[in-house]
């Protein structure tokens, strides 16, 4: 059971928006930045967003990342077959001893 | 251009160890943590510890805690992971991972297999 709660899945048609949550504690999102990350089938993870909201050069505007409270939620608009992945939160946590935690994942399925 | 090459997959017996390795160029070494990140098949993201180069310091999941040694050597800017007491439940691909509040660049993978 992972510290930070996402959906398992979520899906949406091609050219709509959807958003994947991303649920901690003040022990994590609560005092630390949020970086999410998309995983393709059988490829390593990929950086998409960082410091909640920022984005690395080349990752498309289409994806944006924000943060309220303990939560944090990533929104994908213009959806495209080629999102079709596995996503994942991450930020550390401070609960015991600091260590990075990451949540469940969640699959999109773009229908 | 940043790259983390890892090493080839491994197949190894329960009860011994492994040890996998994680080649950066392009960047900086001894300015980044290099995180290790293992993903069981079909499972999500579990992150086991890193290391801070420059200092030679490393801290671990408490998951992992007194299996897992966690290296580096900045002669060859290369990390290292080492599992022991292997078990069926580590088979996983590792991955090394780039950063300190985030992961920005990772190594491809490397399959471990632990059986009999």
């Known amino acids: 059971q992972s510290v930070l709660t996402q959906p398992p899945s979520v899906s949406a048609a091609p050219g709509q928006k959807v958003t994947i949550s991303c649920s901690g504690s003040?022990?994590?999102?609560?005092?630390?930045?949020v970086s999410w990350y998309q995983q393709l089938p059988g490829t390593a993870p990929k950086l998409l967003i960082y410091e909640n909201n920022k984005r690395p050069s080349g990752i498309p505007d289409r994806f944006s990342g924000s943060k309220s409270g303990t939560s944090a939620t990533l929104g994908i608009t213009g959806l495209q077959t080629g999102d079709e992945a596995d996503y994942y939160c991450g930020t550390w946590d401070s609960s015991l001893s600091v260590n990075w935690v990451f949540g469940g994942g969640t699959k999109l399925t773009v229908l | 251009q940043v790259q983390l090459v890892q090493s080839g997959a491994e197949v190894k017996k329960p009860g011994s160890s492994v040890k996998v390795s994680c080649k950066a160029s392009?960047?900086?070494?001894?300015?980044?943590?290099i995180s290790w990140v293992r993903q069981a098949p079909g499972q999500g993201l579990e992150w086991m510890g890193r290391i801070i180069p420059i200092l030679g310091i490393a801290n671990y999941a408490q998951k992992f805690q007194g299996r897992v040694t966690i290296t580096a050597d900045k002669s060859t800017s290369t990390a290292y992971m080492e599992l022991s007491s292997l078990r069926s439940e580590d088979t996983a691909v590792y991955y090394c991972?780039?950063?300190?509040?985030?992961?920005?660049?990772w190594g491809q993978g490397t399959l471990v297999t632990v059986s009999s």
């Open positions: 392009g960047g900086t070494f001894s300015s980044y943590a």
């Open positions: 991972a780039r950063g300190w509040t985030d992961f920005d660049y």
């Open positions: 003040s022990s994590n999102i609560g005092n630390n930045y």
